[in-house]
Nanobody, 118 residues
């Protein structure tokens, strides 16, 4: 069974940094893209950043210049480096994977909390 494991969230002061990781494991044939989404209370889930297997990236306007997504294809892991964090970045962050796998697969991680507060 394919699993997505997210890590790296927590509480940070405004202006601080966090690094999120999302590791996919199991019978994975190929991963076309990995991405991070977030959902704040009372709001819809939105794309934060996404990276393809070829390294192409796209970012939400709100995080451009502050967040950087990267991936290690050999480890099936994506990272989200978040710098200059703001209170409005507070949300539940979800990893999403576009992949071809064997067996049942939930393409969403369980979510990890990021709280930016003084």
């Amino acid at each position: 069974q394919v699993q997505l494991v997210e890590s790296g969230g927590g509480l940070v002061q405004p202006g601080g940094s966090l690094r999120l990781s999302c590791a996919a494991s199991g019978r994975i044939f190929s991963i076309r893209a990995m991405g991070w989404y977030r959902q704040a209370p009372g709001k819809q889930r939105e794309l934060v950043a996404r990276i393809t297997s070829g390294g192409s990236t796209n970012y939400a306007d709100a995080v451009k210049g502050r967040f950087t997504i990267s991936r290690d294809n050999a480890k099936n892991t994506a990272y989200l480096q978040m710098n200059s964090l703001k209170s409005e970045d507070t949300a539940l962050y979800y990893c999403n994977v576009d992949a071809t796998v064997s067996g049942p697969f939930d393409s969403w991680g369980q979510g990890i909390q990021v709280t930016v507060s003084s």
